[in-house]
């Protein structure tokens, strides 16, 4: 038990183990044995700044909620970790992976094809951006999505470009997909295919002692085995699925596995018709298996996304009943059965979902339109802008006196072009992006709206193996893809490790903004900001402090300094550009705008003076350092393609290094635009007008204190 001295830490940890235990019980589908410990973890975590534990936390939530069938509770707890992620905070991606997953897995249950639908748009987008080489994960979901709405074709697609997708052969992602590929095959009738894509599958479940998906192998052979009227064979495979499955899993498979042995059951009486309605022991043992998938099905009635396939159950009871000469029975299975197959498949159903998807294209060509008006107004504004340019440029070389004034109205005018082009070839590739993201997702889904009409039509054929590939599918979402957060964590640790360092790297060089669009586009195009404040710093007398200090006590010195810098960049959000030797340039406002650019500069200056002081007080032979900011427009984007790096250009760059230059070791100087920002906040002093190199006299002010 914690005490009233227990650290934040003793806490996490005992929430750790919290989850850790709740975790082992949903895995078995037991809700109810989880509540305890995700109560306790809550109230542990209530006050914690351990994001990623919270969002284990919430992933967990939302499993709960799913099991006991409250699902719109369930989705509030996955969104939240959706949410975190949305808003930039540094959340663990696995976790918002497998929130996506799950929320998909949550309407996939329900029924919901529409909530379905868009969810898994979004998932599949969060992969090609965050996790490209899992895009096999995602087309697997698909596989899964396409077949149980009926469009096998899309579905088989889907599963075979999630096999063409997964690099590595004979792992397990390869044998399983071949699975659930040979289950569509099977639904397709296409026996010999189904029969192909299981070849070696169940020599590598028994080399790497896989049961579950061992006797999933089993189970599809049994399918193929029953439509072929081999019974005997069917029933043999079925009977060790049954023996391999655990005894508890969130998909319930042992129970999958014995409804099936019931159908087969059934459906071998079922083939001598005569002898079955005059022989009392057939009659027996047909009341006998009867009993048993009556049982199957009310256990299973309540279990979320049972629909997809207790219909087959129904109409089995139907045929039987009527067989054992009770129709009042097989009346109402066959009602039954009817009833549950119109709620997923019925034409109110498929027609609600195609005109959803159709309203979705809609506005996919709708964008496409507004793509094309949005260019054309572009470019008009940009040829008036040029024109006009090109008009004063003309006016004011007339005018001119000189050929020096001459020489610079023409550099002038020339960097007032190309920041117009800059300027809309940056607009351009905005709504063109945006476009282009739309028009993928389409992409994606382009063909489903036909396929749904034409399972519309056929509506004389259910789905037999709906178990597999649907409610243990929906329920297997949360098992194979949900859980596979904490089961593939293992497996894929190294990979997830580097994966890490390699987006750390690049946010180590890159602001997020742009580190996000160098994932998602492959290049980032630079940008034209009106008002940042560039803070340029120097360390008076490095050169001769270096001889004194040695090579290496300087470079831990420069060390000490540059990441203490940091960490103030970082708490008033500053943006750290680069250093040059002994100077450290950073900027405010950028890449995300800020009105408070100015003064969080100011503040960000002033803290570095007062850690340079404290250092100076403690060692006088410490650095001491002079800091300049000025205000203004600059262009920041990405330059070079190896080692590449992000940078900032424009006058106010180099009026900011002036204010360096010009300024007194041990102050902050800015130029007369930031002051004009800044000085309802600050204690600043006018320093009058002061020659600057190249760039005239300009008004300079020393920044005290904050008012």
């Known amino acids: 038990m914690l005490t009233a001295n227990a650290t934040i830490d003793d806490k996490d940890k005992l929430a750790s183990m919290n989850v850790w235990m709740a975790q082992q019980h949903l895995m078995k589908g037991k809700p109810d044995g989880a509540y305890p410990y995700l109560s306790k973890a809550e109230k542990l975590l209530e006050n914690s700044n351990d994001i990623n534990q919270a969002a284990v936390l919430n992933y967990l939530l939302g499993a709960y909620y799913f099991l006991k069938k409250e699902t719109q509770k369930g989705e509030e707890y996955y969104k939240k970790n959706i949410d975190s992620y949305t808003k930039g905070k540094s959340i663990d991606k696995n976790l918002v992976l497998a929130s996506y997953q799950s929320l998909f897995s949550t309407n996939f249950a329900q029924n919901n094809l529409k909530n379905t639908f868009e969810a898994l748009n979004k998932y599949y987008d969060f992969i090609k951006i965050n996790f490209p080489d899992k895009l096999n994960d995602a087309n697997f979901m698909l596989g899964i999505f396409y077949v149980t709405s009926r469009d096998f074709k899309k579905g088989i697609s889907a599963f075979q470009k999630s096999l063409s997708l997964n690099k590595k052969e004979n792992t397990l992602f390869d044998a399983q997909a071949k699975t659930f590929l040979a289950l569509a ?24 002692g896989n049961n579950p998906l061992l006797a999933q192998v089993y189970y599809t052979n049994s399918q193929i085995q029953e439509k072929e009227k081999d019974f005997d064979k069917a029933e043999e495979n079925i009977l060790k699925a049954i023996e391999l499955a655990p005894e508890e899993d969130i998909q319930k498979a042992k129970s999958t596995y014995q409804n099936q042995l019931y159908i087969i059951k059934l459906s071998k009486l079922f083939q001598d018709s005569l002898t079955l309605k005059t022989d009392p022991k057939k009659q027996n043992e047909l009341k006998g298996w009867l009993g048993k998938l009556e049982n199957s099905s009310k256990d299973i009635e309540g279990n979320m996304g049972a629909q997809y396939g207790l219909y087959e159950n129904y109409e089995k009871l139907a045929k039987g009943y009527e067989y054992a000469e009770n129709y009042d029975l097989a009346l109402s299975y066959l009602k039954k059965a009817i009833a549950s197959k119109n709620v997923v498949y019925g034409q109110e159903k498929l027609r609600e979902f195609a005109d959803f998807e159709s309203e979705y294209e809609m506005k996919i060509e709708k964008s496409r339109i507004k793509l094309e008006e949005e260019t054309k107004r572009l470019e008009l504004e940009k040829q008036i802008e040029l024109k006009a ?9 007339a005018l001119a006196k000189t050929e020096e004034e001459k020489k610079r109205l023409v550099l002038e005018e020339e960097l007032k072009r190309k920041l117009i082009l800059l300027k809309y070839e940056e607009k351009q590739k905005a709504i063109t992006l945006k476009f282009n993201q739309e028009k993928e997702i389409a992409r994606i889904n382009q063909e489903k709206k036909d396929a749904l009409a034409k399972a519309e039509i056929e509506n004389s054929r259910y789905m037999k193996n709906m178990w597999a590939l649907g409610m243990a599918l929906s329920l297997a979402l949360l098992g194979f893809a949900g859980f596979s957060y904490y089961q593939k964590q293992k497996d894929n640790k190294k990979i997830a490790y580097e994966k890490r ?4 790297l690049l946010l180590n060089i890159l602001p997020h903004e742009v580190a996000e669009e160098l994932k998602l586009n492959g290049e980032s195009s630079a940008r034209h900001y009106d008002e940042v404040s560039v803070l340029f710093t120097d360390f008076v007398n490095f050169t001769q402090k270096s001889e004194e200090l040695g090579v290496q006590k300087m470079l831990n010195e420069l060390n000490v300094c540059f990441t203490e810098f940091d960490k103030i960049m970082e708490k008033y959000g500053l943006e750290k550009i680069k250093t040059i030797g002994d100077a450290y340039l950073a900027v405010s406002g950028l890449p995300s705008t800020n009105v408070n650019h100015a003064q969080n500069a100011v503040n960000a200056g002033l803290e570095i003076l007062e850690f340079i002081n404290k250092k100076k007080s403690l060692n006088e032979n410490s650095f001491e350092i002079r800091i300049g900011i000025h205000s203004g427009p600059v262009i920041a984007g990405i330059v070079g393609v190896k080692k590449f790096a992000y940078d900032i250009w424009g006058d106010t760059v180099n009026t900011a290094a002036r204010m360096e230059q010009n300024g007194v070791k041990g102050r902050l100087n800015v130029s007369g635009s930031t002051y004009a920002l800044i000085h309802e906040k600050f204690d600043c002093e006018h320093r009058g007008k002061i020659d600057t190199k190249g760039k005239g006299a300009l008004d300079m002010y020393f920044v005290n204190k904050s008012i």
């Not at 099977?186 to 026996?191: D, I």
């Not at 340019?389 to 070389?397: A, N, P, T």
């Not at 360092?501 to 750390?504: A, I, M, T, V």
Request: hydrophobic share 20%; net charge positive; proline share 0%.
């Open 501 to 504: 360092k390699s987006d750390e």
């Open 185 to 208: 095959y099977v639904e397709s009738n296409k026996l010999d295919s189904a029969k192909y894509y299981l070849k070696g599958n169940k020599e590598y479940f028994e080399k790497t």
């Open 389 to 397: 340019i090109k008009f004063e440029f003309e006016k004011k070389q």
